[in-house]
């Protein structure tokens, strides 16, 4: 299974864009790049997910680099509400086919 | 409620109890998930159903694990004479065909 690597933690300023990178040298033709994001006490929830190209959502920004080895998550204006663990994960066809393999994640504080 | 729900939220038991966990999926999702958290650690797969197909299991730490889902809807993760290594946070997930996954908010065993 092609795996994922995250820094196990980052810190950010409220109000700041928040950068979260995650290396997936291995990744293969057919994974998607899969963001979810784990609040205290709560069950994760989905952000964003891209295959190739930049994707924009009301949450955040996915940025995949060319050679699609690497991509960033990017959270436009950090609030207290985003300190979170955020996930990278790789799924096959969109997730569609397969398990759904989630690493240690980066623990994100946002500080006031 | 439209989402994923489990029960129950919390449980206590002696070392050596079977403890019985129940997903309520999403319906109309085709697949379903079980993972667990250990504290502070990530979410380590246990199983996924997809469909009438044969589960995956290659999650299941031990042969106390088991889970069956009844109907393509509900599921049950069985753990058979628990140990206090088993204590964590059991968290389900349903997906539709192609989309996110929904978490639930969780089952918190602790196992005395």
């Known amino acids: 299974d092609a795996k994922t690597t995250q820094p196990n933690s980052m810190e950010s300023n409220e109000e700041e864009p928040v950068h979260l990178p995650c290396n997936h040298s291995?990744?293969?033709?057919?994974?998607?790049i899969h963001w979810y994001r784990q609040l205290p006490s709560q069950g994760p929830e989905y952000v964003i997910h891209g295959l190739t190209s930049n994707v924009n959502n009301r949450m955040a920004s996915l940025a995949i680099a060319e050679d699609r080895k690497s991509s960033t998550l990017i959270l436009h204006r950090a609030t207290l509400r985003d300190a979170a663990v955020y996930y990278c994960?790789?799924?096959?066809?969109?997730?569609?086919?397969?398990?759904?393999?989630f690493g240690k994640g980066t623990k994100l504080s946002v500080k006031p | 409620g439209a989402g994923v729900s489990q029960s129950p939220s919390n449980k206590v038991t002696e070392k050596g109890k079977d403890v019985e966990l129940r997903c309520d999926p999403i319906?109309?999702?085709?697949?379903l998930y079980w993972y667990r958290q250990s504290l502070g650690q990530g979410l380590e797969f246990l199983i996924y159903?997809?469909?009438?197909?044969?589960?995956?299991k290659s999650g299941l730490p031990s042969d106390r694990f088991s889970a069956e889902r009844t109907g393509g809807s509900v599921s049950t993760l069985t753990i058979q004479r628990t140990q206090q290594e088993d204590s964590a946070v059991y968290l389900c997930?349903?997906?539709?065909?192609?989309?996110?996954?929904?978490f639930g908010e969780g089952s918190r065993l602790t196992v005395l």
């Open positions: 319906s109309g999702h085709t697949a």
């Open positions: 159903f997809q469909g009438n197909s044969a589960p995956d």
């Open positions: 997930a349903s997906k539709p065909r192609t989309g996110e996954l929904f």
């Open positions: 291995t990744i293969s033709g057919t994974d998607y």
């Open positions: 994960i790789l799924s096959l066809y969109g997730g569609s086919q397969g398990n759904l393999i």
